[in-house]
Nanobody
Framework: QVQLVESGGGLVQPGGSLRLSCAAS????????MGWYRQAPGKQRELVAT???????SYANSVKGRFTISRDNAKNTMYLQMNSLKPEDTAVYYC??????????????WGQGTQVTVSS
């Protein structure tokens, strides 16, 4: 059984920063691409950023220059450093990962989400 657990969400003022973490645990052989998604009330879930096992990154235009995705492969953990936060960044942030549970089987997993609220 594999679990993804996010942490680090909360309430922050506009212009502030937060750092989200996503820890993968359980029966893991290796982890391919990991990513952060978010869903605001009344909106569809959208991709925020992704990072490959080799460290290549991509970002949504709305967060480029403000957010930084990273990962520690030894700890099976991914991070999202969010700076210069705006009210429109308010959403539930979800962790996603493609995980090889054994050498022949790869599955996609989601975390339970962590709330980020940007408000004065």
């Amino acid at each position: 059984q594999v679990q993804l657990v996010e942490s680090g969400g909360g309430l922050v003022q506009p212009g502030g920063s937060l750092r989200l973490s996503c820890a993968a645990s359980g029966s893991i052989f290796s982890i391919d691409t990991m990513g952060w998604y978010r869903q605001a009330p009344g909106k569809q879930r959208e991709l925020v950023a992704t990072i490959t096992s080799g460290g290549s990154t991509s970002y949504a235009n709305s967060v480029k220059g403000r957010f930084t995705i990273s990962r520690d492969n030894a700890k099976n953990t991914m991070y999202l450093q969010m700076n210069s936060l705006k009210p429109e960044d308010t959403a539930v942030y979800y962790c996603n990962a493609d995980i090889w549970v054994v050498i022949t089987t790869r599955r996609n997993y989601w975390g339970q989400g962590t709330q980020v609220t940007v408000s004065s």
